[in-house]
């Protein structure tokens, strides 16, 4: 069974720098879409970005030229994705969720456990 298991977060001052990382396990081949999600207090969860195999990564726009997803792994396989987070300010806080689909678009079923980011001073 693959599981989605996720790192990093935390607290940070505006105009600092996070990085999340994303690790899918129990898969014996590489996933096919592979991405970040948030959803801050009282909003709905939105895509940050997704990136598939071979494609060129998306964002959304409030994120453009600030936040850069890529993917890497071991094992023959490069299901591990990771979200450097530049130049975050308060409207970045939110809890970020790993996602996954080994066969389609985004959003899949594969969900990780959540990770908080939070941006004040």
């Known amino acids: 069974q693959v599981q989605l298991v996720e790192s990093g977060g935390g607290s940070v001052q505006p105009g600092g720098s996070l990085r999340l990382s994303c690790t899918a396990s129990g898969s014996t081949f590489s996933l096919f879409n592979m991405g970040w999600y948030r959803q801050a207090a009282g909003k709905q969860r939105e895509l940050v970005a997704g990136?598939?195999?071979?494609?060129?990564?998306?964002?959304?726009d409030s994120v453009k030229g600030r936040f850069t997803i890529f993917r890497d792994g071991t094992d023959g396989t490069d299901n591990t994705i990771h979200l450097q987070m530049n130049r975050l300010n308060p409207e970045d806080t939110a809890v970020y969720y790993c996602n996954a689909n080994p066969f389609d678009r985004l959003p899949g079923l594969l969900w990780g456990q959540g990770a908080q980011v939070t941006v004040s001073s």
């Open positions: 990136i598939g195999r071979g494609d060129d990564p998306d964002y959304a």
